[in-house]
């Protein structure tokens, strides 16, 4: 696969990402898998976490701008659908998830991807000769 392929296929997973935490934000009948601002925690650490890698460094601000609201919109679209109730606390555990994956990304976390690419490459490389 050629690193282009390889970035528009990150890309579109990011994308599952987003999709999947709107989804599992906004269902009547959420998965119950134990601590929910755990949950919340790890959803956007992996979200900021993915993303950070696909956009340059400069764009840290926006993208964690961008996932916080994206956290307070599907709240309050909780508050509102009835079926389940808006919460500070999970709030704060979203913005807790993009302030974790911005430290790790400060930390070289914003390369895994850019390090899979290269040992991918070097492996079709290997195949070819």
């Known amino acids: 696969?050629?690193?282009?392929?390889?970035?528009?296929?990150?890309r579109a997973a990011g994308w599952g990402l987003v999709?999947?935490?709107v989804w599992l934000s906004l269902t009547p009948e959420p998965v119950a898998a134990g601590n929910d601002k755990l949950g919340h925690l790890l959803a956007y650490a992996a979200l900021m976490g993915w993303h950070v890698q696909l956009h340059?460094?400069?764009c840290r601000a926006g993208l964690a701008a961008v996932f916080v609201a994206l956290g307070a919109v599907l709240e309050l679209l909780q508050g509102?659908?009835?079926?389940?109730?808006?919460?500070?606390?999970?709030?704060?555990?979203?913005a807790g998830g993009?302030?974790?994956?911005?430290?790790?990304?400060?930390?070289?976390?914003?390369?895994v991807?850019?390090?899979?690419?290269g040992r991918l490459a070097a492996a079709q490389r290997a195949v070819r000769r």
């Open 19 to 21: 999709a999947l935490v």
């Open 1 to 10: 696969m050629t690193p282009a392929g390889l970035r528009a296929l990150w």
């Open 113 to 117: 991807l850019a390090g899979l690419e």
């Open 98 to 111: 993009v302030a974790l994956a911005w430290a790790g990304a400060a930390l070289g976390l914003d390369r």
């Open 80 to 94: 509102l659908g009835g079926a389940r109730a808006a919460e500070w606390g999970d709030l704060a555990a979203d």
């Open 56 to 58: 340059p460094r400069r």
